[in-house]
């Protein structure tokens, strides 16, 4: 069974930083494109950071130099360095991988306060 289990949410003053956490069980996380969403209260899901096996990244531009993501094969595990917070960032935060099926964490809430 594929399961990805965030953590590391919370509430942060702007300018602050959080980092996030995606434990990943189930899959063969090493050959797996891992991605971060997050979706703001009345907003859509917004693709926030990807992650390649490669170790390619890409990143939404809102939050390009601000955002770091990373990943650690041997531990199974995505993580999301967030500086430079800002009160827009506010929203859950969700673990995805497309393989072996489409599968979404439970979310972390995030929130920026001004």
């Known amino acids: 069974q594929v399961q990805l289990v965030e953590s590391g949410g919370g509430l942060v003053q702007a300018g602050g930083s959080l980092r996030l956490s995606c434990a990943a069980s189930?899959?063969?996380?090493?050959?797996?494109?891992m991605a971060w969403y997050r979706q703001a209260p009345g907003k859509q899901r917004e693709l926030v950071a990807t992650?390649?096996?490669?170790?390619?990244?890409n990143y939404a531009d809102s939050v390009k130099g601000r955002f770091t993501i990373s990943r650690d094969n041997a531990k199974k595990m995505v993580y999301l360095q967030m500086n430079s917070l800002k009160p827009e960032d506010t929203a859950v935060y969700s673990c995805?991988?497309?393989?072996?099926?489409?599968?979404w964490g439970q979310g972390t809430q995030v929130t920026v306060s001004s």
């Open positions: 992650i390649t096996s490669g170790g390619r990244t």
């Open positions: 189930g899959i063969i996380f090493s050959i797996n494109t």
């Open positions: 995805y991988t497309a393989k072996p099926h489409a599968t």
